[in-house]
């Protein structure tokens, strides 16, 4: 009896001195009456917390990002894509300001694009055969390396891309519009091209471009895109990089019916 008083007693005396474990609402005291009232404060907390970024005033932020508006609705014309945007695709995760925002998000969504629209035309077109391997072409066809061999010079990508490259020694410095190109980068063989991640970034930011348009501008405009800008730019004779070569023909027909390389991007 007097053991299991005792036992009694200890165990109060533990729980009068328990320490409460901390909560992320409990620790901030947040003086809501409910769990909703929490996270709406608990948002608004987060939304009005500093965001670090490169130390650039507004108006060197307003100049960049013009620049690469006026890249992108000159080359996509007669797209106008909005200065967020326009920096969102532009700017590779390598580079410091991707610390402001990156093309990470919108390169996995226009990956995605790409394949759809590249499925569907396989699949209706009169070239597809049982023996066709639909993985196989795709990775063919929309592999990152060849769509920035290929596809972005077509694009004046390396112009105002902002990237880091790698490999390169002391040369390695963030790239972008208005800066100079070290010399030994400027003309790079095909192998040394893939070695500093060239044609890589470059690849990432076709898709990031085609995912930005089916996101701003919606999926009629970049299925357009997709047969009059890319998919023309694939066509690689000789090489087993590209479109399948039992689809070229096909391919050729879709880009003409849609206006040619240059056809309107809006109806």
């Given at each position: 009896m007097l053991?299991?008083?005792?036992c009694?007693?200890?165990?109060?005396r533990?729980?009068?001195v328990?320490?409460?474990v901390?909560?992320?609402?409990?620790a901030?005291?947040?003086?809501?009456?409910?769990?909703?009232?929490?996270v709406e404060?608990?948002?608004q907390?987060?939304?009005?917390?500093?965001?670090?970024t490169?130390s650039?005033?507004?108006e060197e932020w307003?100049k960049?990002d013009?620049?690469?508006?006026?890249h992108l609705?000159d080359?996509f014309?007669?797209?106008?894509?909005?200065?967020e945007?326009?920096s969102?695709?532009?700017?590779h995760a390598?580079?410091?300001?991707?610390?402001?925002r990156?093309?990470?998000?919108?390169?996995?969504?226009?990956?995605?694009?790409?394949?759809?629209?590249l499925?569907?035309?396989?699949?209706?077109?009169?070239?597809?055969?049982p023996e066709?391997?639909?993985?196989?072409?795709?990775?063919?066809?929309l592999n990152?390396?060849v769509?920035?061999?290929?596809v972005?010079?077509?694009w004046?990508?390396?112009k105002?891309?902002k990237?880091?490259?790698?490999?390169?020694g002391n040369?390695?410095?963030?790239?972008?519009?208005?800066?100079?190109?070290p010399?030994?980068l400027?003309?790079l063989e095909?192998?040394?091209a893939?070695?500093?991640g060239?044609?890589?970034?470059?690849?990432t930011?076709?898709?990031a471009?085609?995912?930005?348009?089916?996101?701003q501008?919606?999926g009629s405009?970049?299925?357009?895109?997709f047969?009059?800008?890319?998919l023309?730019?694939?066509?690689l004779?000789?090489?087993h990089e590209?479109?399948?070569?039992a689809?070229h023909?096909?391919?050729?027909?879709?880009c003409?019916?849609m206006?040619?390389?240059?056809?309107?991007?809006?109806r």
């Amino acid at each position: 009896m007097l053991k299991s008083r005792s036992c009694a007693q200890a165990l109060r005396r533990a729980a009068s001195v328990r320490q409460t474990v901390p909560t992320p609402l409990a620790a901030a005291r947040l003086p809501c009456r409910s769990y909703s009232q929490a996270v709406e404060r608990t948002g608004q907390a987060s939304r009005t917390a500093p965001v670090i970024t490169p130390s650039k005033s507004r108006e060197e932020w307003q100049k960049q990002d013009a620049v690469l508006v006026k890249h992108l609705n000159d080359v996509f014309s007669p797209l106008k894509f909005p200065p967020e945007l326009a920096s969102r695709i532009l700017t590779h995760a390598s580079h410091p300001d991707a610390m402001r925002r990156h093309n990470g998000r919108l390169s996995f969504v226009g990956r995605r694009v790409l394949q759809s629209y590249l499925l569907m035309f396989i699949h209706s077109s009169p070239a597809l055969r049982p023996e066709h391997d639909y993985e196989l072409i795709l990775e063919r066809a929309l592999n990152t390396y060849v769509l920035g061999e290929h596809v972005a010079p077509k694009w004046q990508i390396g112009k105002v891309l902002k990237w880091r490259p790698m490999n390169v020694g002391n040369m390695s410095k963030p790239l972008g519009p208005n800066v100079d190109v070290p010399s030994p980068l400027m003309n790079l063989e095909r192998d040394n091209a893939r070695g500093v991640g060239m044609y890589k970034v470059h690849g990432t930011t076709v898709e990031a471009l085609v995912g930005g348009v089916f996101h701003q501008f919606g999926g009629s405009v970049a299925h357009r895109l997709f047969h009059t800008r890319v998919l023309p730019n694939l066509l690689l004779q000789g090489s087993h990089e590209g479109l399948h070569l039992a689809y070229h023909d096909h391919a050729r027909e879709v880009c003409e019916k849609m206006g040619g390389p240059q056809g309107p991007l809006l109806r």
